[in-house]
């Protein structure tokens, strides 16, 4: 995993319930472990079953298609080795995006000015006490 720092001028903004201190010793980057993956995927289905955004799912992982594409990032927080966050980058490509299924006029008016549209999900955050 690629480590980024988290500057002190941002702590104050984490609204998490964590320690200045432990903001500062989270690990953040991009995902590219088969275990920091997994643990990701796990994190953003448990956290939406648990607040009623889909139902549980066998493999305990909420991930789509758009993962498997090359230019889909998965972004992390760990503690430790513990992901405790995580968001997903999701450019547009031949597939389109997740949000045209419940958008799909109004990203289709936004490629026909010629935007590029990216989507950003799949986000969590882990609760002080685990999932």
């Given at each position: 995993m690629t480590v980024m720092t988290v500057s002190s001028g941002a702590v104050g903004r984490t609204g998490i319930?964590?320690?200045?201190?432990?903001?500062?010793?989270?690990?953040?980057?991009?995902?590219c472990s088969t275990d920091t993956l997994e643990q990701a995927f796990r994190l953003v289905h448990d956290q939406y079953v648990a607040r009623g955004y889909m139902r549980p799912e066998p493999s305990s992982w909420r991930l789509s298609v758009h993962h498997a594409?090359?230019?889909?990032?998965?972004?992390?927080?760990?503690?430790?080795?513990?992901?405790?966050?995580?968001?997903?980058?999701?450019?547009?490509?031949?597939?389109?995006l997740p949000l045209d299924e419940l958008y799909g006029s109004e990203v289709?008016?936004?490629?026909?000015?010629?935007?590029?549209?990216?989507?950003?999900?799949?986000?969590?955050?882990a609760h002080r006490n685990g999932h």
């Open positions: 319930g964590l320690s200045a201190e432990a903001v500062l010793n989270l690990e953040c980057g991009v995902a594409l090359p230019t889909t990032k998965v972004f992390v927080a760990r503690d430790q080795h513990r992901v405790v966050g995580t968001m997903t980058l999701v450019p547009d490509s031949p597939l389109g289709t008016a936004l490629r026909n000015e010629g935007r590029y549209v990216t989507e950003v999900s799949g986000l969590a955050i």
